[in-house]
């Protein structure tokens, strides 16, 4: 069965940077489209980023200028490059992806940002 992997996930100071990395696995599935999306505890889960097929991109206001989503096609992996994290951006990660047809979710990665 196809699922989506996310990876890159961990515990990071506040100011530093991760790279979050969805591909997905157990099949084939080329991701058209992409979205990332956190839940922190207690929280609704909230659109984070995301990518159409014709590459435009739409972020969280809590995210723009810090955040990028991204895609490599020839590796058909989808990127969350979080720069300057906040404690607020404390959250589980999820990527869902597209190809066009069906959408299917990620297990979710753990993102911590504290001293």
């Known amino acids: 069965q196809v699922q989506l992997v996310e990876s890159g996930g961990g515990l990071v100071q506040p100011g530093g940077s991760l790279r979050l990395s969805c591909a997905a696995s157990?099949?084939?599935?080329?991701?058209?489209?992409a979205a990332w999306y956190r839940q922190a505890p207690g929280k609704q889960r909230e659109l984070v980023a995301d990518?159409?097929?014709?590459?435009?991109?739409t972020y969280a206001d809590s995210v723009k200028g810090r955040f990028t989503i991204s895609r490599d096609s020839a590796k058909n992996t989808v990127y969350l490059q979080m720069n300057t994290l906040k404690p607020e951006d404390t959250a589980v990660y999820y990527c869902?992806?597209?190809?066009?047809?069906?959408?299917?979710w990620g297990q979710g990665t753990q993102v911590t940002v504290s001293s």
């Open positions: 990518r159409t097929s014709g590459g435009t991109t």
């Open positions: 869902k992806g597209s190809n066009g047809r069906i959408s299917i």
């Open positions: 157990g099949g084939i599935f080329s991701i058209n489209a």
